[in-house]
């Protein structure tokens, strides 16, 4: 077992009362040269029976820190949207270079949900024509085509003769999807 400095028991503590587990602790121990046991470890949680004997003044320290922790959300970066929307956007950037399309698509979805955009972006999609008697036409989505790959205007050009062949109605029973 290793003996731990205050400075360090106030460090496992703050850990524990963060909710990381004991094994975690341990590794960020390990990555500072201190080898201590898990039974050890637990022994800085008041929330556990390992912890009953814990002094009063590293309990105050548990309690502080986890009342904070808790309260305090505000300084962890993932409970922003815009570090969230960063994050998303580097994630996608990637599987578009490494052509992941699917992955791209749904990090897409992710963001577009981040932004406030539910069921797929579909307000922008559905504008009334000021000439119609009250019934929703959606407009054409407007793409970007200029920025698509050779093999993906390919697999569009497919899918819109299908489309027109299939009359739009891929769900129909005689469509050659169904069959």
């Known amino acids: ?3 731990l400095t205050e400075q360090q028991k106030l460090f496992v503590v703050q850990c524990l009362a963060t909710f990381r587990s004991p094994t975690e602790v341990q590794e960020l121990l390990k990555a500072d040269g201190i080898e201590a046991a898990l039974n050890q470890i637990v022994r800085y949680d008041p929330t556990t029976a390992a912890g009953a ?3 009063d003044a590293l309990k105050q320290a548990f309690v502080a820190a986890r009342k904070s922790f808790i309260e305090d959300r505000e300084s962890i970066a993932i409970s922003h949207s815009s570090w969230r929307l960063r994050e998303l956007q580097e994630l996608y ?3 578009k270079g490494k052509k992941l399309f699917k992955s791209a698509a749904a990090l897409l979805e992710q963001a577009a949900k981040e932004c406030g955009e539910r069921g797929g972006g579909r307000d922008a999609r559905d504008k009334r024509d000021p000439r119609d008697t009250g019934a929703q ?8 085509l200029s920025r698509l790959t050779d ?4 697999t569009l ?6 489309i027109a062949i ?3 109605d891929s769900g129909r029973e005689g469509s050659a999807e169904s069959r």
Do not use: F, H, I, Y
């Open 1 to 3: 077992m290793a003996k």
């Open 53 to 55: 004997t814990l002094s």
């Open 93 to 95: 950037v990637s599987a």
């Open 137 to 144: 036409t959606p407009a054409a989505p407007q793409q970007d």
């Open 151 to 154: 093999d993906e205007l390919k």
């Open 157 to 162: 050009e497919t899918l819109a003769a299908k």
């Open 166 to 168: 299939d009359g739009g």
